[in-house]
């Protein structure tokens, strides 16, 4: 029996709906009018009117649907497969938290409803603020910015705000160690300070030495991530704090890696004055297609008066219980960082995370995910040391880099090759080429939400793949052969990208 050379639904993958769009079909009829009609011109402004209506696919339903359904089979997502991508914690979101937050009361809720009309929603967002005052160890939180660069810009400004309110105002500098992600520097940069490196030890952490000699009254800030994007928990961090705290600057501790010490340790019990979080990494949700996030700040108490308004108000309102409010009334805050209060779907999915494994599911949560992170290193130094090191070989935290320089050298074969031939097999690739410390690197993060057997397959695959590279490295060079779109030209695609399909007829 032999194969028909194209099944339909390739046909149909090469076909666009408008191709398929046949003039009068429909999806969807509305019911005759019962009502009088009531002129457009009565309720948009000429100048806000279209001349012709826009031109749109004329389908039928089931066309419709298997449009969509073909579309969410072209990407690559959580729900597909093993997603490693170090860095950006893409662990499973919880079908619940969809249902929550698609209740009307949530969803349907208007950005602009008064405060006396929403009080359910500033409940849980207070709630929220108090837990993540909990999980961080420092006593107030605003949860405005939208994602973590945005929490760090407004970190940052929090640090300047301080500082300009004691008439310190000589500060230029803000140190990040040499691994920092790349938000960090651009942060200080937005913020109007000088970026100055730090350098890293050999075993991964901050070199110390140049710390102090770095450390002086020219400095607002040091931003520090810990565990940092090597996986590795800085063993001086006290230390760090203290030679920050002695010459008078802010610590910033970019909170990104904090699924591996939810529930463990505290960057407030560390000396730190401000931490961001990513919700949607650390607290569930579905991301990595850009968006809607939420990068929440804890400070301490020496800068919460410079917190972004509105700030939510609890009152305690007698036998009604409590009541909330937005406080806008905040002279020295550094103003507003978004319209409205935030992405608030984000904020049910995260608030509904913390509270259904409460402290110690938290604890749980980064517990396995450190313990899988080491346990995936310890499994791919089995199938893959020899080609693929470990870059800094000590117990990691929640993620681990390795280098693919010897699979280089070696094979001919670099880790971009390794990563698109990763696809054929059906995972998604960690984070590749980042921290930019080491050659080659790949960066990977299994999360606490998968399963030993798909570890070991994880690295029995890359074992696979090395086998494959040895005796015939094209496979990986002109890899990926499986997926919608083969291997593209990256600075083409970057520089004159083909956004549409010309329309036929
Ligand atoms: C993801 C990440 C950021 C930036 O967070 P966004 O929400 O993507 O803006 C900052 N630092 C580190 C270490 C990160 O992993």
Redesign the pocket.
Known sequence: MTAPAQTAQQRERATTIFEKSVPGRRAFVAPELDVPEKPVGDLLPASARRAEPPRLPEVAEPEIVRHYNRMSKRNFDLDTGFYPLG??TMKHNPKLHERLAAMPGNARLHPAQAPARSQGALELMYNLERALSEVSGLPHVSLQPS????G?LAGVLLARAYHDDRGDTARTKVLTPDT??G??PATVTMAGYEVVKVETSADGGVDIDDLRGKADESVAALML?NPN?LGLFDRNIDEITRIVDACGAISYY?G??LNAIMGITRPGDMGFDVVHF?L??SFTQPHGGGGP?A?PIAVSDRLEPFLPVPVIARHEAGDGGPTFDLDEDRPKSIGRLRGFQGNYGVFVRSYAYICSLGAEGLREASEVAVLNANYLMARLRETAGQHLPVAFDRACGHEFVLSGAPMKRELGVRTLDLAKRMLDYGYHPPTVYFPLLVDEALLIEPTETETRETLDGFAEAIGEILREAAHDPDALLNAPYTTPVRRLDEAAAARSPVVRQPLSG
């Open positions: 860095s950006c994602a973590g660069s945005h760090e920092a992600h938000t960090n991530t994007t970019d990104a890696n990513n949607h990494k996030g990068g």
